[in-house]
């Protein structure tokens, strides 16, 4: 079989990525035991490996994660609802837009995780607090693709939309929004990616629930293994959500 035959075979994407994988964990493996890097920093990735049995039985794994993924879920659903609709509302109003489109791109820079104090006063010590600073973290991104996709419709597309005499929200359904939709999930993928940042981070700065409270619950046990297997997890609602926004734009754009 030629290498041509093999390298567009469906599989060979997934297989190259976990080869990759497999090999930077051995290099890291052999670095370490070498003492190229500090095992009191990073643990083997040996040990890790080990500890995930004892973090799934000992710690609530399941449950843990589960609180993680809904809180991450809802602000996600909410960035995606309320972003997908402030974007249109720009692009639609075009002073509104040259008013606050380059206050909310300074919003997608900005720490929002140091706001948490704030969140506690409002919500207090709960998942309420968790999912609105997510929410919050990954709301510009969305906002801002979610503009730049409309705006980026090809007049011409337009044009013949507005030749078939379409009113405002058919060219909106049928035009605007299937070209513009590859951009504004982008925009959803890095709030995402800004939601769970965030969701992690407060629950590991007030201890509460979920996977950012394990990490900082082996951390302060000074258990280096268990703390790096509960990241892994962290990783692991990361990998579903990308799968489940693969599913959806795949479902909304049946024909490429």
């Known amino acids: 079989m030629s290498l041509g035959v093999v390298t567009r075979a469906r599989s060979f994407p997934l297989v190259l990525g976990l080869g990759a994988l497999a090999a930077m ?3 890291v493996e052999a670095l370490i ?6 095992r009191f920093i990073v643990p083997l990735p040996s040990q890790i490996v080990m500890a995930f049995e004892r973090v799934v039985l000992e710690e609530d794994i399941a449950e843990r994660f589960r609180l993680t ?34 206050w909310v791109a300074a919003m997608a820079s900005a720490p929002t995780v140091l706001m948490y104090p704030l969140f506690l006063v409002i919500f207090g010590r709960s998942a309420s607090t968790i999912i609105m600073m997510g929410f919050v973290a990954g709301l510009p991104p969305v906002i801002l693709k979610t503009i730049e996709g409309l705006a980026g419709t090809r007049r011409v ?10 009113t405002g929200p058919q060219l909106f359904l049928k035009i605007l929004f299937p070209a513009a939709l590859p951009t504004i999930f982008v925009g959803i993928r890095l709030g995402l990616i800004f939601t769970l940042i965030n969701v992690v981070g407060v629950e590991f700065l007030i201890n509460f629930g979920g996977l950012g409270q394990l990490i900082n619950d082996l951390a302060e046990r000074y258990d280096l293994p268990g703390t790096y297997a509960a990241i892994c997890f962290v990783i692991l609602v990361s ?17 490429d």
Request: glycine share 8%; aromatic share 10%.
């Open 25 to 27: 964990i051995l290099a």
């Open 157 to 166: 597309l337009i044009n013949v939309g507005k030749s078939f005499k379409l």
């Open 69 to 102: 993924f809904l809180e991450a879920l809802a602000a996600g659903a909410m960035i995606t609802v309320v972003g997908v609709s402030l974007g249109l509302l720009l692009f639609r109003v075009n002073v509104l837009r040259r008013a606050t489109e380059t």
């Open 239 to 255: 990998v579903c959500f990308f799968v489940l926004t693969e599913w959806i734009e795949r479902w909304l754009r049946p024909v």
């Open 33 to 38: 035991r070498l003492g190229a890097i500090n």
